[in-house]
């Protein structure tokens, strides 16, 4: 029988749903024309203030495959440097929201009924307690309305989701006998909560990671579709979706295009995120 | 009752947090309601008048003991008391919310059901198909196609408001027009607010709907592995019985419990697909409100919706309580 490495094992399971690859082809094609949006995009210069009113309003054509806007720049150009906002979006906020989370979770589940548990849950529970996306806009709208503070404000209310995530964890990993056993054998405090339990809640956060790239994503289109994300002149998803809205039925495809651009980012990364969860399921199966 | 007072400590919590936002807005609230071109005599009586100009646990305090009192300050966009416009404003968003509620875990349980029923089969594919669009596709995306689709091409349902103009509007009872209509016996009124439901109903509720389809159709079929329900069928018990009483009521818990998250996502959604179909819902007056910095009007908006939202999520409680009597035990224990 033929070796495999590591890898290739991996590999093998991850492929096993067909679904998984998909999601995964999805994901590199996005980040690709991401990355090389200024060489893979038709138009460049049309991602910002650019105008050219002789090509306003086209339907999709070969030389414009998903149409022009009302200023008569390329859609599909302006849809490849959105991803660039809204992966940087997802990865800025998931390495902000992940760390702090993930610690916070730790640290509660560990330290189990003492204050610190009490304190960080309670906090948890009160930014849990009003829908994600509302608060969002609400911290938002009294910021001025950019692309950093979408960020802030996204993650100001996206990390209670980890530390439950990572609390439930830590408080049944902390009775295995491979913590005690660390305990008594005089571990220090930091070592068992990085060392020891950490590593065995790795995969589940990968897992959400994953899919909450996805989540981000579609939060910071949603900030952006009323106005609240990237400003123009530079292309952002949502605010594509509400200018195209405004011009409706005759001018369909500036409102469609990005809207189907908003779904297949998110449809990627939830397709990757389910893959890898069956992945880690199946190692530990 | 325990979980009573917890959810009152948890909205208190919220009260300060959104309190503490919107004490961080750049800019002052009392310039900006009056405007660029008012004296500064007349911006400093407003800000003493808003208390402004002290401490801010001092205006917290100021705040709190009027919120008690059901006065939520005065809204510097509308120049009416906060409280009159949410008065006026969320009935429309709660009709739509329990709408699209109920649609939700309607369908949500059925194509969950059908998809597990025929598991593996071509109908079971197309639904999860559509799950995976359905769940990836925001609702702002899937409101524009509808508006497109039935605003352009086939107009059966109508895409602006909650009534059409002309269309005599019931006595405010209850403020949800579909009730009210049928509560005075006006058939036609109801009619037309329950087909002005339906697109915005539709595109908030596709996300949690197929959400819900797929986690009933893995937990119908991690449960039909289960052995009491081979049990049951050994015993002869006839499938209907098996599928309906042993299968799908255990299968239905994990269902319910993510009521609450798909609540929380539709209320959310909901302030973008209000504006949309130009819903006069408190959603849409959020969204006004906060483009215009409206601070007192914001943390109202935020604080009611967040008292929806709790007691949302304590009858999703009471419902898995009751449909799973392993945590009825427990709770009696303690």
């Known amino acids: 029988m033929k070796k495999r490495t590591v890898w290739g094992k991996w590999w093998y399971k991850f492929s096993r749903n067909p679904l998984s690859v998909v999601g995964l082809c999805m994901v590199c094609a996005i980040v690709f024309v991401a990355l090389f949006a200024p060489w893979v995009a038709p138009y460049p210069e049309h991602a910002g203030p650019y105008v050219n009113y002789g090509e306003a309003n086209q339907p999709p054509s070969l030389p414009h495959p998903f149409g022009t806007d009302a200023f008569g720049r390329d859609i599909l150009s302006r849809v490849f440097f959105a991803f660039r906002s809204s992966l940087l979006m997802g990865m800025v906020v998931l390495a902000i929201v992940v760390p702090v989370g993930v610690t916070l979770g730790l640290v509660a589940g560990y330290f189990k009924e003492s204050w610190l548990d009490i304190l960080i849950m309670r906090i948890t529970d009160i930014f849990l307690s009003v829908p994600p996306l509302i608060l969002a806009l609400a911290i938002t709208s009294v910021l001025k309305p950019n692309l950093t ?59 959400k990671m994953t899919l909450d790239m996805g989540w981000v994503i579609l939060i910071g289109a949603a900030l952006s579709f009323v106005g609240l994300g990237e400003q123009p002149p530079k292309p952002a998803l949502g605010t594509m979706v509400s200018d195209g809205a405004r011009y409706l039925p005759e001018y369909w495809w500036m409102a469609v295009f990005p809207g189907l651009a908003i779904m297949l980012i998110v449809l990627g990364f939830n397709l990757l995120g389910d893959g890898i969860g069956d992945l880690f399921s199946l190692e530990e199966a | ?115 597990a029923r025929y598991a593996n089969t071509w109908v079971d594919n197309v639904v999860r198909v559509l799950s995976y669009l359905g769940i990836a596709t925001p609702a702002f995306v899937v409101a524009i196609v509808l508006l497109l689709v039935f605003g352009m091409y086939y107009e059966i349902f109508p895409t602006i408001g909650r009534l059409t103009p002309g269309m005599s509007y019931p006595p405010r009872i209850t403020g949800l027009l579909t009730l009210d209509s049928l509560f005075t016996g006006n058939l036609a009124s109801f009619w037309d607010a329950l087909k002005h439901l339906i697109l915005p109903g539709i595109s908030l509720s596709l996300g949690g709907l197929f959400q819900e389809a797929r986690i009933t159709r893995s937990s119908m079929l991690e449960n039909a592995k289960k052995d009491y329900v081979g049990a049951a069928r050994a015993y002869g018990i006839p499938e209907r019985v098996v599928f309906s009483k042993y299968l799908f009521k255990p299968s239905v818990i994990p ?80």
């Open chain 2, 255 to 334: 269902t319910v419990s993510i009521l609450g998250l798909d609540f929380a996502s539709l209320i959310g959604n909901a302030f973008l697909v209000e504006l949309l179909f130009n819903w006069p819902g408190i959603s849409r007056y959020g969204i006004n409100v906060m483009l215009r910095k409206d601070v007192e009007a914001i943390v109202a908006v935020v604080m009611v919706l967040g008292i929806v939202f709790t007691v949302v999520n304590i009858v999703v409680d009471l419902l898995v309580a009751y449909l799973d009597p392993r945590i009825r035990l427990v709770a009696r224990e303690e």
């Open chain 1, 149 to 207: 503070n979408a960020m802030i404000a996204v993650s100001v209310m996206w990390w209670p989701w980890y530390t439950r995530l990572v609390y439930g964890m830590a408080t049944s990993l902390r009775n295995e006998y491979f913590v005690q056993s660390a305990e008594l054998l005089g571990a220090s405090k930091f070592h068992i909560l990085f060392r020891e339990i950490l590593p065995n809640c790795v995969s589940t956060i990968l897992t």
């Open chain 2, 1 to 115: 009752m325990r979980r009573l007072g917890y959810s009152l400590f948890v909205l208190i919590g919220l009260s300060i947090v959104v309190f503490i936002i919107a004490r961080l807005v750049p800019g002052d609230p009392a310039r900006a309601a009056l405007g660029p071109r008012a004296t500064q005599e007349a911006v400093d009586a407003l800000r003493a008048r808003l208390h402004l100009d002290k401490p801010i646990y001092v205006q917290y305090a100021y705040w709190l003991k009027s919120v008690l009192q059901g006065d939520f300050g005065e809204s510097l966009f509308t120049r009416r008391p906060v409280i009159e416009d949410i008065k006026e404003f969320l009935p429309a968003t709660l009709e739509l919310a329990f709408f699209a509620g109920l649609f939700m875990t309607f369908f949500g349980l059925l194509l969950g059901v059908i998809s």
